[in-house]
T-cell receptor, first 113, second 108 residues
């Protein structure tokens, strides 16, 4: 059974803390994505990666960075967490090419206080 | 204006009713996805369409490329169908653009 695993489901962090959100997929997918989901705004792309060590900014990259040192792992980093980064974060992966199924993780709920 | 618009935003139904959720988009696409999100966050892919119609159990998805419109139908709805249904279009550069979702509640 294919799987995208987000290691932390619920986190509470303080303003200014460095936060790591980890995502691991077991399907040997080249493409990996980080989204955040906010009420009324839907899912918005933060960063994506087409392969190891490759990263591209999405629509809302400000305040975030990413790391893809291994194919199966894509990490989202909040260098200095702020309260407006309180959100639900979703990781996804897919094979490259057009029209492939996209697999999502269970989501990570982050609260910054 | 959003590139992907869904309607309605909220939908309530009685068990057994036929349900339709609509999705219109304004960009060129390679595929359209229908996704289901239950409380707790996880998203499951229901369909991926590039043309025509697909059916899986009580779920039917259609797409009209010329009109840039897709519909998701649920026949004989059941309370366990209660979820948020999200339409997402896949651009020709593999980028996904999401609608804001339709919250469906089916009452027994």
């Amino acid at each position: 059974d294919v799987k995208v695993t987000q290691s932390s489901r619920y986190l509470v962090k303080r303003t200014g803390e460095k936060v790591f959100l980890e995502c691991v997929q077991d399907m040997d997918h080249e493409n990996m994505f980080w989204y955040r989901q906010d009420p009324g705004l839907g899912l918005r792309l933060i960063y994506f990666s087409y392969d190891v060590k490759m990263k591209e900014k999405g629509d809302i990259p400000e305040g975030y960075s990413v790391s893809r040192e291994k194919k199966e792992r894509f990490s989202l980093i909040l260098e200095s967490a702020s309260t407006n980064q309180t959100s639900m974060y979703l990781c996804a992966s897919s094979l490259p090419g057009l029209g492939n199924t996209i697999y999502f993780g269970e989501g990570s709920w982050l609260t910054v206080v | 204006k959003n590139e992907v618009e869904q309607s309605p935003q909220n939908l309530t139904a009685q068990e057994g009713e036929f349900i339709t959720i609509n999705c219109s988009y304004s960009v060129g696409i390679s595929a359209l996805h229908w996704l289901q999100q239950h409380p707790g966050g996880g998203i499951v892919s229901l369909f991926m369409l590039s043309s025509g119609k697909k059916k899986h159990g009580r779920l039917i998805a259609t797409i009209n490329i010329q009109e840039k419109h897709s519909s998701l139908h649920i026949t004989a709805s059941h309370p366990r169908d209660s979820a948020v249904y999200i339409c997402a279009v896949q651009s020709r550069t593999d980028k996904l653009i999401f609608g804001t979702g339709t919250r469906l509640q089916v009452f027994p």
